[in-house]
């Protein structure tokens, strides 16, 4: 291969670039925005559960301290009729 062929190869490599380039670019920052996206959306669903586990929990906690206030005002009588409700009988 000579001097010349070698330079016309170079050139034609800078001269695609050129024409290249800028679509390259688009499509690199399709893909970045593409990705930014998805990584905001997974952020998003990740707090969207974490809302959803805390709101259940809460509701737990509330529906405990309820049994316990309802207990905490029952004689001990009511409360061991209230629990042969849940007891089966075997005899």
Do not use: C, H
């Amino acid at each position: 291969m000579g001097k010349g062929q070698a330079a016309f190869g170079g050139r034609m490599i800078e001269l695609l670039i050129a024409k290249l380039g800028p679509y390259l670019l688009a499509g690199l920052a399709i893909l970045a925005g593409w990705f930014a996206a998805r990584q905001s959306g997974k952020a998003a669903g990740r707090a969207e559960v974490q809302r959803k586990q805390e709101k259940a929990a809460s509701e737990s906690r509330r529906k405990i301290n309820e049994a316990d206030t309802k207990l905490a005002e029952m004689a001990d009588s009511d409360i061991r009729d209230e629990l042969r409700r849940w007891v089966r009988d075997d005899s």
